[in-house]
């Protein structure tokens, strides 16, 4: 049995900023977290981190809450030009982990019997979509079949997001770019991953309620939840109080990386332009399994899963991964450009790993990071190759037609 305090490690790393590491826990009596019945791999942990950062991450970390005990890991940089360490206190850019806040905003709705999951979304917002068939549900569980803008947007990287880096958009001007293009599927079809779905929650969030996104950001979630470091800005530009920078690497790999931590991310509102930190996002995720957001009711729906492989499941704004220890986590990935972001819990909710790296159009960091997973909740029972495995190229939540280099 652990006895209860709070230290830091450096053993695991020490010198220069670029190759520091920050270790601290605070332990409680052992116990299980869900289907997580081993402790974290923490020695695993550092060494995903460090893939990382030799596969051009400027910085990685992670922090594990686990039942009242807290891991946090931290290595690189937060900011390439001071060469300020990275920590786990510092704000960044979700990305898609935005879409669960948007989905349980939109189901709270369901709750007050406002929404029905079942009812085309053309009853709320008439005339938006080309096909009445298109529900509520269908959106929430990617599978509208709505085109994703954001492939058109940002077929190439840099100047894509350089294109719209200071643009504000109205939701209603994302969800028309989505229709100069058909439809890519059935209403109810196979799962098929799109921004425009999130755009088109965030719309059924406003017209119902009848205020802004970020009034229902703050009032139905961040203050009942205590969320000290999740503000929704859009369209200011610049992350508030201590935060990460986030890079951008071309798609030429001589070409420069930007510094892509200011922009108004209006390309993404609802489906992506949540800020937040490690501690927050752990604890919303927690707070949602622990029931503190939802009924009952509502959050089973949010879990009746579509198939994305063999070992990935999508409810409603809400991503489950089948681990190779037997552990099903469930949470949301995210990417914003220069930022990855991987946030999951146990069924419990007892045990939560929200990790980060400060970079983006980079497919090996993005496979890498995934096997934070796997060291977070399988510990010393993950399967050597979930842990071990070079990442192929992947898709990115930005541009998901795309395959990364």
Known sequence: MLTSASRKAGALGAGAALSAVLLTLTTV????????????????????????????????????????????????VADKTAGRALSTEDRFRVGSVTKS??????????????????????????????????TVRHVLSHRSGLYDYTNDMFAQTVPGFEAV??????LQ?????????????????????????????????EKV????????????????????????????TRIPGRHTK???????????????????????????????????????FSGLFEGRLLTAESLKQMQQWTPVNSTQGYGLGL???????????????????????????????????????????????????ARTLEAAFCGEQAAPAATKRIAEPRHEDIAPNTTLR
């Not at 019945?37 to 942990?45: E, H, K, N, S, V």
């Not at 309620?209 to 139905?220: F, H, I, P, Q, T």
């Not at 450009?337 to 007892?350: A, L, N």
Request: aromatic share 8%.
């Open 29 to 76: 009596p052992a116990h299980a977290a869900g289907s997580a019945d081993t402790p974290p791999d923490l020695t695993a942990l550092s060494g995903v981190l460090s893939t990382a950062l030799d596969q051009n991450a400027p910085g990685a970390m992670a922090r594990i809450d686990d039942d009242g005990a807290v891991y946090r890991l931290s290595k690189g």
């Open 101 to 134: 806040f948007s989905a349980v905003a939109l189901l709270q709705l369901v709750d007050e019997g406002r929404v029905d999951l079942d009812a085309s979304v053309n009853d709320y917002l008439p005339g938006l979509l080309p096909d009445d068939r298109i």
């Open 165 to 170: 880096r200071n643009k504000v958009f109205t």
């Open 173 to 205: 001007e994302l969800v028309d770019l989505s229709l100069e293009r058909p439809l890519n599927g059935e209403p109810g079809g196979p799962y098929r991953y799109s921004n425009t779905n999130f755009v088109v929650v965030g719309m059924l969030i």
């Open 209 to 236: 309620s009848g205020r802004s996104l970020a009034v229902e950001y703050r009032d139905r979630i961040i203050r009942p939840l205590g969320l000290r470091d999740t503000v929704y800005v859009h369209p200011g």
């Open 246 to 284: 986030g890079y951008l690497p071309d798609d030429d790999p001589a070409a420069p990386t930007v510094d892509a931590t200011r922009q108004t991310a209006s390309w993404a509102q609802s489906a992506g332009a949540m800020i937040s930190s490690t501690r927050d996002l752990n604890t919303f």
């Open 319 to 369: 991503r489950r991964r089948d681990l190779s220890c037997g552990v099903s986590v469930y949470g949301h990935t995210g990417t914003m450009q220069g930022y990855y972001t991987y946030s999951f819990t146990t069924k419990d909710g007892k045990r939560s790993l929200t990790a980060m790296a400060n970079t983006s159009n980079n497919g090996p960091v993005l496979g890498t990071m």
